[in-house]
């Protein structure tokens, strides 16, 4: 059988079983959240279906500045409930997912007569190692600091802060949470939209969904629904006429080589402009830079991207921090944004709202929403607890484990090791067996390995060029033009599994440009595809 008809097959069967009998729960949207709702329930033994209306992880998930952290600006906000738990999780992330959730260390520059200080930093780091049982963080004086991070200079810099957080790829962080929830019996789709609710008696007792790609409808039984479509939550509810909750925020990033800032830490700081948290780090291989934090008017139903005001004071921040580096537009190798859903707390600066979740039973309707990618575990289960008693079933919070341990192959180096269990965890060994060595190999200025492409149209729900250059590996932003100088190759080793043809493929190519040149390059790039 054609690989091509394997992929088909998969979601044929999925799609048939939507109608064929009532599901404990329909999870909508596939982000972090609705992935952590689908995983949690499946492992209960629930008969769980999630449906995400575009791409996994296409939302906020994988548009996210990619940290899992405890949050240490919300203790300035007096948020120590949101703090702790996001530690914990944090902690518990590293525990579980070794590869996947790895430590870094941020530096915070220490300058004479910019806020906060060296004494209000550090009280917030003690409170902060104390949450995670642990003491990480500590003060460098300035020949220290310019040994950790040659080239930081901001004006009067006496030294700086030293602690912990985290790093993950957020994508694929959601493609390993949904992989545990099949394991469990999850039936997962993508291009499958919730188009509205079915109310009996004034409860939702189902809901109407739609095949993106063939348009077909189908009539859904459930239990209880769980709305997890983060920005977007506001639509659904609006069906059962409830008020809105969500102030949408746009978050924008840089990616640039890392030879331009090579950074070994994230370097945090405070915008000398609006006293915003701005941070670089390294990432695969290039050097992220965000984020602003700014209301979003745009149509959600359209990508987000960055705007030239945002680009200039990422800019700005970034060479106030590192005078040397001149950094400017043309180091820019791609950008991204993301919309937060914050929940509205009628506070009128932006970076004070509160980034806790929120979780409500309407009418049957569950929606959970704001939060992080750290403390999905923690909303899940609070979800969960709310959808229970319509869903019939017992409901006891608990610590169980999420991740299945990642399995390897004896060949391997570590660094292929390490690689393919971050990202397909314990199916690893199984998914890349028998790989040829050449795909073994890191694609040249990233440290992706090419088999992972291979994977990912093999096995992973691979619809569109874009899910897999953007979301099941980063090439679209690691790689200057969205990776495009490598398609040969990438459609070589694509094609077999994906069967697109020549004119799939020259259709692809034609929405993958636009995509790339308009949301993921800088604002008046556009021309350049
Ligand atoms: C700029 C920025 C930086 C961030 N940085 C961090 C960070 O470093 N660390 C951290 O922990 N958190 C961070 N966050 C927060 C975190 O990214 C979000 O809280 C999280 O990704 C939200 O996940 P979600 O699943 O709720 O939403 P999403 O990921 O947006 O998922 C919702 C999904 O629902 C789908 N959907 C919508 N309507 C429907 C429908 N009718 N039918 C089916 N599907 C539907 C959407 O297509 C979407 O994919 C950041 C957020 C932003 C914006």
């Known amino acids: 059988m054609g690989a091509v008809n394997h992929l088909a097959t998969q979601r044929a069967q999925g799609l048939a079983q939507l109608q064929a009998q009532a599901w404990d729960l329909v999870v909508i949207g596939g982000g972090i959240t609705g992935a952590g709702v689908a995983q949690q329930a499946a492992r209960r033994g629930w008969k769980v279906l999630l449906v995400e209306q575009r791409d996994f992880a296409w939302g906020t998930s994988s548009r996210s500045s990619k940290l899992v952290h405890g949050g240490l600006r919300y203790l300035k906000e007096g948020d120590i409930k949101t703090t702790l738990h996001s530690v914990r999780e944090r902690e518990r992330l590293m525990r579980e997912a070794p590869e996947l959730v790895q430590p870094l260390s941020f530096i915070y520059a220490d300058c004479k007569g910019r806020k906060p200080g060296r004494w209000l930093m550090q009280t917030g780091l003690v409170l902060y190692d104390l949450m995670a049982g642990q003491r990480s963080h500590f003060y460098a004086n300035l020949e220290r600091t310019r040994t950790l991070a040659p080239g930081l200079n901001p004006p009067q810099l006496r030294g700086a802060l030293v602690f912990n957080d985290a790093k993950t790829d957020d994508a694929r962080l959601v493609q390993r949470v949904l992989m545990e929830a099949q394991k469990d019996g999850a039936t997962t789709l993508n291009y499958v939209a919730a188009q509205r609710l079915t109310l009996r008696d004034g409860q939702v007792c189902g809901l109407e ?41 746009r978050g924008s990033h840089l990616l640039v080589p890392h030879a331009r800032l090579p950074v070994q830490h994230s370097i945090s700081m405070m915008h000398v402009r609006d006293g915003r948290p701005v941070f670089l780090y390294p990432w695969e291989g290039c050097t992220l830079i965000g984020t602003t934090d700014l209301d979003h008017q745009g149509d959600l139903n359209v990508e987000a991207c960055i705007t030239p005001a945002e680009v200039d004071y990422l800019l700005e921040a970034v060479n106030d921090q590192f005078p040397q580096a001149n950094l400017g537009r043309a180091d820019v190798i791609s950008t991204y944004a993301g919309v937060r859903p914050v929940v509205d707390d009628g506070k009128g600066d932006a970076s004070k709202a509160t980034r806790d979740h929120v979780v409500k039973d309407e009418s049957g309707l569950i929606t959970l929403t704001g939060g992080k990618l750290t403390t999905f575990r923690l909303m899940a289960q609070d979800a969960l607890a709310l959808a229970a008693p319509h869903a019939g079933k017992p409901f006891a919070r608990d610590q ?128 350049r595809f």
């Not at 009539?219 to 008020?243: H, Y």
């Not at 990438?490 to 020549?502: D, N």
């Open 209 to 249: 969904l739609q095949d993106a790609l063939s348009g077909q409808s189908y009539a859904v039984r459930a239990r209880s629904v769980v709305n997890a479509t983060g920005a977007w939550a506001d639509r659904l509810r609006a069906d059962l006429g409830a008020k809105p909750l969500l102030r949408p925020l």
């Open 400 to 527: 169980a484990v999420v991740f299945t341990p990642s399995t390897g192959r004896p060949e391997w180096s570590d660094v292929v090791r390490q690689r393919l269990a971050a990202r397909f965890g314990y199916r690893a060994a199984a998914l890349a067996a028998q790989a040829p060595a050449d795909d073994l190999q890191t694609i040249a200025g990233t440290q992706t390995l090419w088999i992972e492409l291979a994977i990912a149209a093999r096995d992973e729900a691979v619809v569109h060029l874009d899910d897999l250059l953007l979301r099941r590996t980063r090439l679209g932003l690691l790689l200057p033009r969205g990776g495009l100088d490598q398609i040969a190759r990438i459609q070589a080793l694509c094609e077999p599994h994906l069967q697109w043809g020549e004119d799939g493929w020259s259709a692809e190519l034609q929405r993958y440009r636009a995509l790339v040149a308009a949301h993921y390059s800088l604002p008046r790039d556009g021309a």
